[in-house]
């Protein structure tokens, strides 16, 4: 891979919890490159330290040890508002558990997210993005007034509302049944084909990972294989 | 797009209306006890300054406590003396009212009842003149005939006795009254008014707004005293060309007599009620604690349940200083309309105390207003600073995972 194609990279991670006797080491010098446009699955059993390293690659957390690089700059050792603001400009996030925020409809939780990124409200933007989703009319209500696969889908709206160019989804599947997953796959594989969106998916679910272009594998803190 | 913090609030509406309600009777209370307090006192300085005259002539023992005090009195010699006074061959007052004052009970409360000549009621009100009826005594002739009886030649040892029959007859029983006592006791013209073991008729009505909120004849007043001929204080006007300074030592020049500007009447009534201020205000002051000490657990709660939507907000972007701008509106939002509540219920408290109490002013002043708006504001920023503190060290990564 060339290194003008990588937009993501990670060199040497190590990240522990806890204090002595009881640290827990979780990522172990853990090295990974991204290519700009790709759809990459991390694969791993529970306690290998996945969430951990997206939480990392994605700047919710500093590592102990080691680099992030984002679009060719080391991010990593950014301080807390520098790391915040690229956040808000080159990420977005997708949670197992979806993350809505439940005082707001669907549409004021992308508004929301627009509005951090500094795009303003984007009113068609939002709407043609939920409409593309199949979701236009449940968006108007709040998360909890809405079924399992719309808080998802309105979970992938708002991480594709204002376009980052990197998203990373944690177990984004890990709460839907198997339509809804599918639905979930199809919108990743549309983000990352007709909107030019790198994306990095956490899954342990080995048919959603196939669903990526290529599969790496962690266990117990470093990747230990790949599949392109 | 309804903004976050007011999406919060309106999810939580009884914790917010209740936070908001805390804030309210808070300020309330404040705009209301202060209006109460100042009020009252500045209602009293206001009714003693339409007084026609420029300076308060007293004993010098009595002091500044010119309210309620009746430490000394003036014997006829003083008020001649006073009325003589000269400096340079210059009269130093164009004319003195000699009052006397007493504590009678009206209508259930206390009253500062002034006996005055017929002739000087009119520089005691509030635009000279009665609103209705007619001035008491009003040829003098009870006076003239009080005075003779206490100048009749009598044995030494003889009682001067007047019946309260005598004195009805004579014309020594009228009162005038102000229009919010005759409001407050349902009095008019020709009602009777038991104080003081005798019966008065009102024979007038005052505009509120004059001296006292009620006046009899000066006779009257020193005989039911047991001190005829004797006053409580003059009201001095300056003579043509005098200055107060000169006057005011003019009088104290006499030794026995001392005088103070009517204008500073008012400062005397709030240096001598001040401390009454200190005990409303740090009332005021405890319950702005305690209101803003609930608002600042229902943020604190707030918080403590968003920690999850706090991580979400991070990781979408949101710096600290956004976070921490969440708190502080929602805190500010909740304590602006607090106080907009409690400045909208300082007016029926207000008209509420009135009612029942009539004699009481409640004065809802701007300034008042304006402290309990500042006063909510910064105790809203305040109260937010705690809860905003926890917000922005929120850890992110687990948070986000919270159930």
Same mark, same amino acid.
Request: aromatic share 6%; with cysteine.
């Given at each position: 891979?060339?290194?003008?194609?990588?937009?993501?990279?990670?060199?040497?991670?190590?990240?522990?919890?806890?204090?002595?006797?009881?640290?827990?080491?979780?990522?172990?010098?853990?090295?990974?490159?991204?290519?700009?446009?790709?759809?990459?699955?991390?694969?791993?059993?529970?306690?290998?330290?996945?969430?951990?390293?997206?939480?990392?690659?994605?700047?919710?957390?500093?590592?102990?040890?080691?680099?992030?690089?984002?679009?060719?700059?080391?991010?990593?050792?950014?301080?807390?508002?520098?790391?915040?603001?690229?956040?808000?400009?080159?990420?977005?996030?997708?949670?197992?558990?979806?993350?809505?925020?439940?005082?707001?409809?669907?549409?004021?939780?992308?508004?929301?997210?627009?509005?951090?990124?500094?795009?303003?409200?984007?009113?068609?933007?939002?709407?043609?993005?939920?409409?593309?989703?199949?979701?236009?009319?449940?968006?108007?209500?709040?998360?909890?007034?809405?079924?399992?696969?719309?808080?998802?889908?309105?979970?992938?709206?708002?991480?594709?509302?204002?376009?980052?160019?990197?998203?990373?989804?944690?177990?984004?599947?890990?709460?839907?049944?198997?339509?809804?997953?599918?639905?979930?796959?199809?919108?990743?594989?549309?983000?990352?084909?007709?909107?030019?969106?790198?994306?990095?998916?956490?899954?342990?679910?080995?048919?959603?990972?196939?669903?990526?272009?290529?599969?790496?594998?962690?266990?117990?803190?470093?990747?230990?294989?790949?599949?392109? | 797009?309804?903004?976050?913090?007011?999406?919060?609030?309106?999810?939580?509406?009884?914790?917010?209306?209740?936070?908001?309600?805390?804030?309210?009777?808070?300020?309330?209370?404040?705009?209301?006890?202060?209006?109460?307090?100042?009020?009252?006192?500045?209602?009293?300085?206001?009714?003693?300054?339409?007084v026609d005259a420029d300076l308060i002539v007293r004993p010098a023992?009595v002091?500044?406590?010119?309210?309620?005090?009746?430490?000394g009195l003036m014997g006829p010699r003083e008020v001649e003396r006073v009325t003589e006074l000269a400096d340079g061959g210059v009269r130093v007052f164009d004319s003195v009212v000699p009052v006397?004052?007493?504590?009678?009970?009206?209508?259930?409360?206390?009253?500062?009842?002034?006996?005055?000549a017929?002739g000087h009621?009119g520089r005691?009100?509030?635009?000279?003149?009665?609103?209705?009826?007619?001035?008491?005594?009003?040829?003098?002739?009870?006076?003239?005939?009080?005075?003779?009886?206490?100048?009749?030649?009598?044995?030494?040892?003889?009682?001067?006795?007047?019946?309260?029959?005598?004195?009805?007859?004579?014309?020594?029983?009228?009162?005038?009254?102000?229009?919010?006592?005759?409001?407050?006791?349902?009095?008019?013209?020709?009602?009777?008014?038991?104080?003081?073991?005798?019966?008065?008729?009102?024979?007038?009505? *005052?505009?509120?707004?004059?001296?006292?909120?009620?006046?009899?004849?000066? /006779?009257? /007043?020193?005989?039911?005293?047991?001190?005829?001929h004797r006053v409580t204080f003059l009201f001095a006007s300056l003579g043509r060309g005098v200055d107060e300074p000169a006057a005011i030592r003019a009088v104290e020049g006499t030794r026995r007599l001392s005088a103070v500007p009517l204008g500073r009447f008012? /400062?005397?009534?709030?240096?001598?009620?001040?401390?009454?201020?200190?005990?409303?205000?740090?009332?005021?002051?405890?319950?702005?604690?305690?209101?803003?000490?609930?608002?600042?657990?229902?943020?604190?709660? *707030?918080?403590?349940?968003?920690?999850?939507?706090?991580?979400?907000?991070?990781?979408?972007?949101?710096?600290?200083?956004?976070?921490? /701008?969440?708190?502080?509106?929602?805190?500010?939002?909740?304590?602006?309309?607090?106080?907009?509540?409690?400045?909208?219920?300082?007016?029926?408290?207000?008209?509420?105390?009135?009612?029942?109490?009539?004699?009481?002013?409640?004065?809802?002043?701007?300034?008042?207003?304006?402290?309990?708006?500042?006063?909510?504001?910064?105790?809203?920023?305040?109260?937010?600073?705690?809860? *905003?503190?926890?917000?922005?060290?929120?850890?992110?990564?687990?948070?986000?995972?919270?159930?």
């Amino acid at each position: 891979m060339e290194e003008s194609e990588c937009i993501l990279e990670a060199r040497g991670l190590h990240k522990s919890f806890g204090r002595p006797p009881a640290r827990e080491h979780v990522l172990r010098g853990l090295d990974l490159r991204v290519a700009r446009g790709e759809f990459l699955a991390v694969m791993g059993p529970s306690g290998c330290g996945k969430s951990t390293l997206l939480h990392v690659l994605g700047l919710m957390a500093a590592p102990d040890e080691g680099q992030v690089w984002i679009g060719g700059r080391e991010v990593s050792g950014l301080g807390e508002a520098d790391r915040a603001r690229v956040r808000r400009e080159r990420i977005g996030f997708i949670f197992q558990r979806f993350n809505l925020i439940s005082v707001l409809s669907g549409y004021d939780n992308i508004r929301l997210s627009l509005r951090i990124r500094g795009a303003g409200d984007g009113d068609e933007a939002v709407a043609a993005l939920l409409e593309s989703l199949g979701v236009a009319a449940a968006a108007r209500r709040k998360p909890a007034q809405m079924s399992i696969g719309q808080q998802q889908r309105v979970a992938v709206a708002r991480a594709l509302a204002g376009t980052p160019e990197l998203l990373l989804a944690d177990e984004p599947t890990g709460s839907l049944d198997s339509a809804n997953q599918q639905g979930l796959l199809e919108m990743l594989r549309w983000a990352n084909t007709a909107k030019q969106q790198t994306i990095l998916m956490i899954t342990h679910a080995a048919h959603v990972a196939a669903e990526a272009d290529r599969i790496v594998t962690m266990r117990d803190g470093r990747i230990v294989g790949q599949d392109a | 797009m309804i903004p976050l913090p007011l999406a919060n609030i309106l999810h939580h509406k009884v914790r917010s209306g209740l936070s908001a309600l805390g804030v309210a009777i808070a300020v309330a209370m404040l705009v209301t006890l202060a209006g109460l307090s100042r009020g009252s006192l500045q209602e009293v300085a206001d009714r003693w300054e339409v007084v026609d005259a420029d300076l308060i002539v007293r004993p010098a023992q009595v002091g500044e406590n010119l309210v309620t005090a009746r430490q000394g009195l003036m014997g006829p010699r003083e008020v001649e003396r006073v009325t003589e006074l000269a400096d340079g061959g210059v009269r130093v007052f164009d004319s003195v009212v000699p009052v006397y004052v007493h504590r009678w009970r009206i209508a259930g409360q206390e009253h500062n009842v002034v006996g005055v000549a017929p002739g000087h009621l009119g520089r005691l009100l509030s635009g000279g003149k009665l609103q209705a009826g007619r001035v008491f005594d009003p040829r003098n002739a009870f006076a003239d005939w009080l005075e003779g009886r206490l100048s009749a030649p009598a044995d030494d040892d003889e009682v001067i006795d007047i019946t309260p029959e005598e004195l009805g007859e004579r014309g020594g029983l009228e009162m005038v009254v102000d229009s919010r006592l005759a409001r407050a006791a349902a009095l008019a013209v020709g009602s009777k008014v038991r104080t003081a073991g005798h019966t008065f008729t009102v024979v007038g009505i *005052a505009r509120e707004g004059a001296m006292v909120r009620a006046f009899v004849p000066l /006779a009257t /007043a020193q005989w039911l005293g047991g001190d005829p001929h004797r006053v409580t204080f003059l009201f001095a006007s300056l003579g043509r060309g005098v200055d107060e300074p000169a006057a005011i030592r003019a009088v104290e020049g006499t030794r026995r007599l001392s005088a103070v500007p009517l204008g500073r009447f008012r /400062a005397i009534l709030m240096d001598q009620f001040g401390i009454m201020f200190v005990y409303v205000d740090a009332a005021n002051t405890i319950t702005l604690i305690v209101a803003f000490l609930f608002v600042l657990v229902t943020l604190y709660t *707030a918080v403590i349940q968003r920690t999850r939507e706090i991580a979400i907000l991070r990781s979408m972007g949101a710096t600290r200083r956004f976070v921490l /701008a969440q708190v502080t509106c929602e805190s500010l939002i909740l304590t602006a309309c607090g106080a907009a509540g409690g400045i909208a219920l300082s007016f029926p408290a207000a008209a509420l105390i009135e009612a029942a109490r009539p004699f009481l002013t409640v004065a809802i002043s701007a300034g008042w207003i304006v402290t309990g708006v500042c006063v909510a504001v910064i105790g809203g920023v305040a109260a937010s600073v705690y809860p *905003a503190w926890c917000a922005i060290r929120v850890d992110v990564c687990e948070a986000i995972n919270l159930e």
